[in-house]
């Protein structure tokens, strides 16, 4: 095949691993080294875009775990409930049940590792209560060191990792199973093909699709290298993503971009207060409930809605600092600074985030079901660009092991399948473009008249007629992809990026269009359908390409629940607001 590929004028690289992990962020490495345990003779490639030392959502670290399921404190079946209320009822529960049925000992086994969780003074976790019915948070006030600790496992099971290498479209052999990617190395623009017997995505949130108020377009509240390249790369080669009308939109600091952070500020005392300093919501947990009473905060006379801490001892704001100003964002504290912003005298405003896709903080993402896996057999997925709701980086860390396995298995006794040449030849030629032209669109401006279109007909509250304005829009911006220029390879990356964003942006219109009817809160907020409908909409939206090539959505119903809920647990998450007195 090396040869095949050269005869044919490509002159591209050419690589064969039993294993592809795309993603070095998260779920990567955990799936990596899973897959080399799993089978130790089996060759493992992790493939990152940056570089695996400082990449994805961790890239600075992390202050804390959002849903740890430690018994003592909560049980797998609490959990469950806990995230089927928050998400509308709406999720693959035999997902999220695994899920927390593995949390513990995933806990357990990156504390082994070195990863530093807070404890009490009996020596044991020291959870702390921010969700609306359970306790599933736990602080790391030393977590900055996360990353170093994945390449170290990395390194001792001599997993395969090439950096620099943008994934641009999976490849499929005959009987329709992932046989690898096509990959782009954004430093020297050469190609990589890679063929592999098994593939593993675990590329991030689409955290580039709306622009930031900001309108920085690398000012987003995601790690704005995750921009959707998997969403893109999973419907491009037939896999069906779902609940992409179901928007990740997060409480932020106002031009930070970065989270207020409740789990760390709600347990010590903090809150989210309106512009009198009072209290107007009875949970910090994200929700699209909550978004919802924190947008018409926003938009009534009580606005702008804050951070409160200046009421807290001063031991108290101490920790909150050494927390916050050195793990996951440290430049919060400059930027504090910058503003004149001290915890102890002023309250530090808050907005709302650009929408995006995440699995992460919503329940938007590629579909996939207990086991990892996507509607293409072969292709896994893992972390905030899966489905499993509400998973945060534990939950990456959970599926990227489950997927590693399975991955792994998959692979076992299967041999390499032959390529498609015509198809690498074409993407090829259509993925170098953009360096070829002399002149034409840059990336930058192309993304941007996308993501200004997002702002300003997609985002919440969404309305039929500008979301159509917005799809035609967009759909009419395809021709502009064949001016698309790139001066060197680091443009070319971007170019590419930009497509996936394109992609994703045609995504949210189309699934948004299809769901009529609002569900979860602001995240789905449709004007011409404001009520919730659980006759015909109580299921699963699945977007993907049909065999005219177009983008198309259908229902698929909802798995019998493993938990059952009674009325009163339904409804505990449409009772945010904090109740005047009488």
Known sequence: ????????????????????????????????????????????????????????????????????????????????????????????????????????????????????????????????????????????????????????????????????????????????????????????????????????????AAGRIGLPASGYLFGTYENPSNCGDGHSMAFHCGAELTGLECYQINPLLKDYNGPACAYVTGPLGGYTANSKGDRFIECDYWSGQMMMEFYNELQGGNGPVFLKLDHLAEETIQEIEHVLHTNERPSRGRFHDGRGVDYRTKMVEMHISEIGFCAGHSASGVWTNEKGETTVPGLYGAGDMASIPHSYMLGAFVFGEICGVNAAEFAEGREFAELDMDFIISERDRILAPMKRTDGIPPSQFEYKVRRLVNDYLQPPKVTKKMDIGLQRLIAMEDDIQHLFARDAHELLRANEAQHVYDCAKMAAVASMYRTESRWGLYHHYVDHPETNNEDWFCHVQLHKNEDDEMVCKTRPIDPYVVELDDNEKNAYSQMRVQQAS
């Open 1 to 204: 095949h090396t040869r095949c590929l050269l005869s044919r004028g490509l002159g591209d690289v050419y690589k064969r691993q039993d294993i592809l992990i795309i993603g070095g962020g998260t779920a990567g490495p955990m799936a990596a080294v899973a897959a080399k345990e799993k089978n130790p003779d089996a060759s493992v490639m992790l493939l990152e875009k940056a570089n695996v030392k400082r990449s994805g959502a961790i890239s600075m670290g992390m202050d804390g775990l959002n849903n740890a399921v430690v018994p003592g404190h909560s049980t797998p079946e609490d959990y469950v409930k806990e995230i089927t209320i928050a998400n509308d009822g709406v999720l693959l529960q035999k997902g999220v049940m695994t899920y927390a049925e593995n949390s513990f000992a995933m806990i357990q086994k990156l504390d082994k590792w070195g990863v530093y969780f807070q404890k009490d003074e009996t020596g044991e976790y020291d959870m702390k209560k921010v969700h609306h019915l359970g306790t599933y948070v736990l602080p790391m006030p030393e977590g900055h060191n996360i990353k170093k600790i994945l390449y170290r496992r990395l390194r001792r099971h001599r997993v395969t990792v090439e950096n620099r290498y943008q994934a641009i479209r999976i490849l499929k052999d005959a009987e329709g199973n992932a046989c690898g990617c096509i990959s782009l190395n954004t430093r020297t623009a050469e190609i990589l093909v890679i063929r592999a017997k098994s593939v593993v995505m675990c590329t991030g």
